[in-house]
């Protein structure tokens, strides 16, 4: 932007450039405005109950402040005290169904993350036939898209009878990812081959090597993997909603949605639902709060899934 | 993506056969096989089934039959398919377009602007929450009555919009929930790409004089091109297979204004228990999906940057 052999010209770009540059941010922090507010909305709600929030449906702040809401759709309080403060009297326990999904986000992430990473150390560094037919394979699953094996993965799971089981939900994606493996995969193959090498003089075996010198070095990209899974795990709906909606095994997102259809329509329990969507939400933000650089890096990533 | 070249074909044979008898074979074997178990299970055994079933009758009741290209004649003729596809796409044209240009304009914000992390952050935060929390956050955002913008409305003067209750207005507002949980994600992910753009291009454009516009449809866009396809592709098929929201707003309502393509599928299929009926529509799901994402590469050569 200096050019001194023309300064007229360098005066109005600049001038351009800073005018601009106010508009740019204001356009950058009303997104940020747009983003933060629902959020925030969300948040307040969930801290008055029911009858304060609609006397007062738009003080910015919450109208009242109590965790009533959070104890209720835990299932701490009593079904009287619950429908009192605007509850529909059918017992909440979120408790459990937090519980639930932390199970299954959790078994998914060990699963996937360990066979994900066995696999993809052999296709980058173990000869075999077949490799590169099978690792071509792989790279079909992430062209096609769920709906296609989403019938037949119903029908296999009834006619194991795991339905309304935890398997039925941790099973499908457990052993294998043709993403992580693709990632992992091309993380292995950037390893110099040196401290391998010199493991296995020390006479370890393959799987030691893989064990004990490969992933302690690869810390970055199996948290950007294990950040991913998560994500996706804890996030989805579908197909807990198709083979786990049964009271015991129900996680989280789905006993969202059955929540939402048992309140009454004509005055919708808003307090309990932000409740149970703040605890929903919480994994993901929390996550962001702890190791956010890692998270959005992370994301960047996920764009070649 | 370097799939290693395969030797002649002569010596990989006799490789080959080298390969079996030495011991790194059966070790690479039980090493991968967990994730080949997954992947026949789950994956391709399930998507040869798929298509086979689409063919049948299946109905969790009785026997299943070959009766052919039936299902697929059915679904053709059946007006409530092509509804759900008109819907689905009208969903995809409210979606996507939007959420893209104000993507890009995003992602260039913060490339010109901050390379700060918590500016990041707190865009891409609505797509770390569930979908299901967020439909029920703006379920409540756009409640007639008691929601945050009707009350804005109403401040302002401005008559109550009933969004998600009407159905000339219902699958805008689905699209716009959408778009707020995704546009920084997507935004994120062309950062990404803009930050393998060189320096000294930005650099040369300035030393010519141009504007802040012109580089941008001169340097900053066809070289973002290939991650743009790529996000975009994507994108379309992601919105094509829009369920959650729906499930927990409009459940296909009103006037079935929402009901689209997975919502079609996920009645008959799990719903009625026509598995092979649904199989046939998810087939019919997946070549247009497929027939999409050949024909914007084919348009945008998505695989050769301008960089080179």
Redesign the interface.
Same mark, same amino acid.
């Given at each position: %932007?200096t050019?001194a052999s023309n300064p007229a010209?360098s005066r109005s770009?600049g001038r351009?450039?800073s005018a601009?540059?106010i508009v740019?941010?204001g356009?950058?922090i009303l997104?940020?405005i747009?983003?933060?507010?629902?959020?925030w909305?969300?948040i307040r709600?969930s801290l008055a109950t029911n009858r304060e929030? #609609?006397a007062d449906?738009?003080s910015f702040l919450p109208p009242g402040f109590t965790t009533l809401n959070y104890s209720r759709v835990m299932g701490f309080l009593s079904v009287e005290e619950s429908r009192a403060l605007g509850g529909s009297g059918t017992a909440i326990n979120f408790f459990q169904y937090l519980r639930n999904s932390f199970i299954v986000t959790l078994a998914v992430l060990a699963g996937q993350l360990f066979?994900?990473s066995?696999?993809a150390? *052999?296709?980058a560094r173990?000869?075999?036939?077949f490799?590169?037919k099978?690792?071509?394979?792989?790279?079909t699953?992430l062209?096609?898209?769920?709906?296609?094996?989403?019938?037949?993965?119903?029908?296999?799971i009834?006619s194991l009878g795991w339905m309304n089981t935890f398997q039925a939900m941790i099973?499908?994606?457990?052993?294998?990812s043709?993403f992580a @493996?693709?990632f992992l995969r091309?993380f292995f193959l950037g390893i110099n081959h040196e401290l391998e090498e010199a493991g296995k003089l020390d006479g370890a075996s393959?799987?030691g090597v893989?064990w004990r010198v490969v992933l302690p070095m690869s810390g970055p990209p199996l948290a950007t993997i294990a950040i991913l899974i998560f #994500?996706s795990t804890?996030?989805d709906? %579908?197909w807990p909603?198709?083979v786990g909606s049964k009271e015991e095994v129900r996680v989280?997102?789905v006993a969202?949605?059955i929540f939402?259809s048992q309140t009454p329509q004509g005055s919708?329990d808003?307090s309990g639902?932000?409740a149970?969507?703040v605890l929903?939400?919480l994994p993901?933000?929390l996550?962001?709060a702890l190791m956010?650089?890692r998270? @959005?890096n992370s994301?960047?990533f996920?764009?070649?899934? | 993506?370097t799939?290693?070249p395969?030797p002649s074909s002569n010596t990989r044979t006799s490789n080959?056969l080298k390969?079996?008898t030495k011991g790194?074979?059966w $070790?690479?074997?039980l090493? #991968?096989l967990?994730?080949?178990?997954?992947?026949l299970?789950?994956?391709?055994?399930? *998507?040869v089934?798929?298509l086979l079933?689409s063919f049948t009758n299946?109905d969790?009741v009785s026997e299943a039959q070959w009766i052919g290209t039936q299902n697929f004649e059915n679904i053709l003729k059946d007006e409530n398919f092509w509804h759900s596809l008109a819907v689905t796409v009208q969903y995809v044209l409210l979606n996507i377009p939007l959420q893209t240009v104000?993507a890009i304009? $995003?992602a260039v914000?913060?490339n010109?602007?901050?390379q700060n992390? $918590?500016?990041?952050?707190?865009?891409?935060?609505?797509?770390?929450?569930?979908?299901?929390?967020v439909a029920?956050?703006?379920?409540?955002?756009l409640?007639p009555q008691?929601g945050?913008i009707n009350?804005i409305l109403t401040?302002l003067g401005m008559d109550r919009v009933p969004f998600l209750g009407n159905p000339s207005s219902a699958m805008a507002s689905i699209a716009g929930i959408n778009i707020?949980r995704h546009?920084?994600?997507t935004a994120?992910?062309l950062?990404?790409g803009l930050q393998t753009i060189p320096k000294e291009m930005y650099e040369a454009a300035? @030393?010519d004089?141009a504007?802040?516009v012109r580089t941008f449809f001169a340097v900053t866009l066809p070289l973002l091109r290939p991650?743009l396809v790529?996000?975009l592709i994507?994108s379309i098929?992601g919105s094509f297979?829009i369920?959650?929201t729906i *499930?927990?707003t409009t459940k296909g309502g009103p006037v079935d204004a929402t009901r689209v393509i997975?919502w079609y599928?996920?009645n008959f299929?799990?719903e009625r228990f026509k598995?092979g009926y649904?199989?046939a529509v998810?087939?019919i799901?997946?070549l247009i999906?497929g027939t999409i994402?050949i024909i914007q590469l084919r348009l945008s050569r998505a695989n050769t940057s301008d960089l080179d």
């Open positions: %932007m050019n010209q770009a351009r450039f601009g540059k740019a941010w356009a950058l997104m940020i747009i983003t933060l507010v629902p959020l909305w969300m709600t929030m #609609i449906p738009k066979f994900s066995l696999s150390y *052999a296709f173990l000869k075999f036939p490799r590169e099978i690792f071509f394979l792989y790279l699953a062209m096609v898209p769920g709906i296609v094996t989403l019938i037949p993965n119903y029908i296999l009834r099973a499908p994606t457990f052993l294998f043709a @493996i693709f091309q393959v799987f893989f #994500i804890w996030n709906y %579908m909603l198709l989280l997102t969202l949605g939402r919708p808003w639902l932000m149970g969507a929903g939400a993901g933000v996550m962001f956010g650089k998270v @959005i994301i960047q996920s764009g070649y899934r | 993506m799939i290693n395969s080959w390969m079996w790194e074979t $070790l690479a074997y090493f #991968i967990p994730g080949l178990v997954g992947f299970t789950f994956f391709a055994i399930p *998507a089934r798929g079933f299946a969790m104000l304009g $995003l914000l913060m010109r602007l901050t992390m $918590l500016v990041r952050g707190v865009l891409v935060l609505p797509w770390l929450i569930p979908n299901v929390v029920l956050l703006w379920l409540w955002m409640d008691l945050l009350q401040t707020w546009v920084g994600y994120l992910l950062f990404a300035a @030393i004089g504007t802040e991650v790529f996000v994507t098929i297979q369920f959650d *499930a927990i997975y599928i996920y299929g799990f598995m649904g199989s998810a087939v799901l997946f999906l994402t």
